[in-house]
């Protein structure tokens, strides 16, 4: 008869309670890990569907920058055309200083001593002479126009006070200087009155001379606007 070996069967037995204390343990494992586990795919699910929600408003958002962006842009052009505008009618108004090329006419009083009260008049420059020209050089193209560094626009008044001359309100003593921006020289040159004050040079004496300037500067109209309502002439291929 074969004897059992004791300490083997010790060995067996801490085997088996070993094993049957890890089954049990890990069970208990699955069971505790159970809900943990349920809670996290909750969790996901939860953060998932926060992530879709968040997804949505960045895309209504996107829209709606979108949107806004067309709105601004649509807005900005009509900011920028009306502004435009104004520039346009501030220029024509002559309420905005302007600068470029154009043409300069110098007028003064002829140095020849009169015989008799005809020939001093014929000699000096009057109110009308400047009117002539400063409306020669407006029909040789001129864009803006200035007596003696006084603008002229619309409502600007050239008259004679005794031997003065007064533009604006402004009394002016010659020489006289008239400024035009974007007036043609060959233009005016060739123009009636051009021609009128060559023809008067020679009988007269009267001084009168123009050239070309690369760069005139017509300061804005410091009077007041009288105009209540005005509009803008519709572009001409004749001025």
Avoid: C
């Avoid at 060959?186 to 004050?197: P, T």
């Amino acid at each position: 008869m074969t004897r059992t070996n004791p300490a083997l069967v010790a060995v067996l037995a801490v085997l088996g309670f070993l094993l049957v204390t890890t089954a049990n343990s890990a069970k208990a494992d699955r069971r505790e890990a159970e809900p943990r586990k349920e809670e996290l795919i909750r969790i996901i699910e939860s953060r998932r569907s926060h992530v879709g929600d968040l997804d949505a408003a960045v895309a209504e958002l996107r829209g709606q920058v979108t949107a806004a962006e067309r709105r601004a842009a649509r807005v900005s052009r009509a900011d920028a055309a009306k502004a435009d505008g104004l520039r346009r009618l501030a220029m024509q108004a002559g309420t905005t200083a302007l600068r470029g090329g154009g043409v300069q006419v110098r007028l003064a009083d002829s140095a020849k001593p009169s015989r008799s009260p005809d020939d001093e008049s014929a000699g000096r420059i009057h109110d009308v002479d400047v009117q002539l020209v400063v409306n020669a050089l407006f029909g040789a193209g001129a864009e803006a126009v200035a007596v003696n560094g006084n603008r002229v626009v619309a409502t600007t008044a050239m008259r004679s006070a005794g031997d003065t001359l007064v533009v604006n309100f402004r009394p002016l003593r010659p020489p006289y200087r008239v400024d035009a921006i974007g007036a043609d020289l060959d233009r005016f040159n060739n123009s009636d009155i051009a021609q009128r004050f060559r023809r008067w040079t020679r009988l007269f004496g009267l001084s009168y001379s123009t050239a070309r300037r690369r760069s005139i500067t017509i300061p804005a109209f410091t009077g007041r606007v009288a105009i209540a309502a005005a509009a803008a002439l519709p572009p001409s291929e004749d001025r």
